[in-house]
């Protein structure tokens, strides 16, 4: 078996308003069945999600958690805005974002931006997804999936690594449960994370820095959907996460 990933290159430093479908199939012949990779970063460039931490004023809980941390307490109050729920407040800040998304800081990121901005999420990650991966259809005639990444940490171990936020036509799990294993066993609860292993093969080219990297192409796995699909396929409901419901005791202590 063998599949290829490649970056797109010559992508430009990406403006409000700049057409990330546009970029893409200019610099890149896409095929049918491929899986397009795409930094979030660019992405809330490209919707102008940019702000400035001088255009925020704090509130109480804000200043509260900011003294905890030592950091700028109008950053902290960007956070909360975005925050339906706080699941940890020090020595992380993990929050569950309106738009339901669980992660640290609400996924806001100063690195690869301009000095002086912040960068928000995209605010709906499979919307825009969406919308690139249509419009390169539209623009290449090709049937394409796009998956929308971003860095994250993992709960038990040191190391961040690339995951998928939003996801088009590519089913976010691949369902093992009912096949059957090498010795005739049936899989009984195995549910592949594939959107996230796309966003971490991703991210190896793409890197952390100044690479300039922010997508990349994987070619060669048959997955493309053709139902909509949401990144939202694989988050845990709240009753079933064990985990959420024990860092809220944690937190009442
Ligand atoms: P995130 O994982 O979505 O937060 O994005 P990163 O900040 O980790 O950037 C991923 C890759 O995209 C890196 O190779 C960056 O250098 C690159 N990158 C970020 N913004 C831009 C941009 O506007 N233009 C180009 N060409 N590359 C960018
Ligand atoms: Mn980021
Ligand atoms: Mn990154």
Known sequence: MKMEIFTVDNVPLIKEGDDIAGIICKNCEVMDND???????????????????????????????GKKHGIDERF????????????????????????????????????????????????DPDASARDIGEDIGKLSGK?????????????????????AIGVHRIHPIKNWIGEKDLFGKVL?????????????????????????????????????????????EMYRSGREDIIKKGLRCLSKV
């Open 143 to 163: 049937k394409v999936s796009v998956i929308l990444t971003d860095t994250n940490g993992r709960a038990f171990k040191i190391g961040q690594t690339g995951i």
């Open 35 to 65: 899986v397009i990779i795409i930094a979030s970063t660019i992405v809330a460039k490209a919707e102008g999600r940019m702000f400035k931490l001088e255009d925020i004023e704090a509130g109480e809980d804000a200043a509260k958690i």
């Open 76 to 123: 902290v109050q960007a956070v909360l805005d975005r925050s339906k729920e706080i699941l940890v407040d020090f020595p992380i800040i993990l929050v569950d974002t309106k738009n339901g998304h669980t992660c640290i800081k609400a996924g806001i990121d100063d690195s690869n931006v301009e000095n002086g901005f912040l960068a928000d999420l995209p605010e």
């Open 188 to 232: 009984e609860v195995t549910e592949e994370a594939i959107a996230d292993e796309i966003a971490g093969a991703a991210n190896l080219l793409m890197g952390e820095g100044d690479g300039g990297c922010p997508v990349a192409i994987i070619r060669g796995l048959d997955l493309y959907s053709e139902d909509e699909t949401s990144v939202k």
